[in-house]
């Protein structure tokens, strides 16, 4: 009903019912005490007015019913407005465990879109209706921001770190997608479209797309060969450098004692500073690889290290990443 309101753009994704709840309610509160206050301003200054020279008001000693009034309501309010926005906010931060990967690379000025399985778009993002999809998005440039009103979603995109965001589309169709943080003379053309498609119509796009296209993971492992990561990091553990099976998701003990979760932060720390972090028993003797990847090879390497398996006995791989652990590189 509320999206029917001019100005409120369509309602297409799980959250954003509840996100205009909330808007709303923030909104009725504060259009209801404002209205309260301007109306009681006008009211006391014409009902106290000085009538004469000789006017004085009675002295006041205090109203304690009306004191507990004034603090518990605001403060009972203030919960409300608390609890229900953290509620939100939550569901807002966490992808479901089920949720599809795709990554996004902002850059000045397009949004570059890789699927797993390897299909590529410019400007356009295709996705299925019903279900959840998480974003892993980082900038080759400048800070970006990822915006769908119609999803409700709002992610920064920053250089040098992974963000996410996840929605899942309630109703197939079209919607904008815009570049929502000023960086640079064509910021207002970063523009593009989402397409939420039914799950059948997903499936033929997505195997239209992918003639000729290699998967995230073979193209990960082909730049994993090319690049000689394999030289040192072999699968047996018996190469100068640690084996990546089972590492994406594991906690891994450092040489200066302290540890680390192999999340998506770390994993591209370590190819591009790979001196920041040394595993402990080994040597800090692998080359940095800045400048020698781009953002979307980093997003293939790890791909195809996550191919390798998640934790042992933990279950499947696991897709934790950082949006704040990269500070110190
Ligand atoms: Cu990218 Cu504004």
Not at 146 to 171: E, M, N, S
Not at 313 to 319: D, I, L, R
């Amino acid at each position: 009903m509320l999206s029917r309101l001019p100005f409120i753009p369509q309602q297409a994704s799980t959250v954003a019912a509840d996100v205009d709840g909330l808007f709303f309610f923030l909104v009725a509160v504060s259009t209801f005490f404002a209205l309260l206050i301007a109306v009681m301003v006008v009211y006391f200054a014409i009902r106290y007015r000085r009538r004469s020279a000789s006017d004085r008001p009675h002295a006041i000693e205090g109203a304690l019913g009306l004191e507990l009034l004034w603090t518990i309501i605001p403060f009972g309010l203030a919960m409300v407005m608390f609890f229900w926005s953290a509620n939100v906010y939550t569901r807002l931060e966490r992808p479901p465990d089920n949720a599809m990967q795709v990554f996004v690379v902002g850059k000045q000025w397009m949004w570059k879109v890789q699927h797993m399985e390897g299909v590529r778009e410019i400007n356009a993002l295709h996705v299925p209706v019903g279900r959840p999809v998480k974003l892993t998005m980082t900038s080759e440039d400048v800070i970006h921001s990822f915006y769908v009103p119609a999803f409700r979603i709002k992610q920064d995109v920053l250089p040098g770190r992974y963000t996410t965001a996840w929605f899942q589309a309630t109703q197939a169709g079209t919607y904008h997608l815009f570049c929502a943080e000023y960086c640079g003379t064509m910021h207002s053309g970063m523009i593009g479209w989402v397409t939420v498609m039914e799950p059948a119509d997903y499936e033929a796009w997505l195997s239209g797309g992918k003639t000729g296209a290699q998967s995230l993971a073979s193209a990960g492992e082909q730049l994993f060969q090319q690049l000689g990561c394999v030289t040192c990091h072999r699968d047996d553990g018996q190469g100068r450098g640690p084996s990546l099976v089972h590492l994406p998701g594991k906690t891994v003990k450092l040489q200066d004692g302290q540890t680390v979760v192999a999340d998506d932060a770390y994993l591209r720390e370590s190819i591009l500073s790979s001196q920041a972090k040394i595993v402990a028993g080994y040597q800090p003797i692998m080359p940095t690889f800045k400048g020698l990847v781009s953002e979307e090879g980093l997003l293939q390497l790890i791909a195809y290290i996550k191919t390798l398996g998640g934790p042992e006995g933990g279950g499947g791989a696991t897709t934790a990443s950082a949006t704040t652990s990269t500070e110190g590189h």
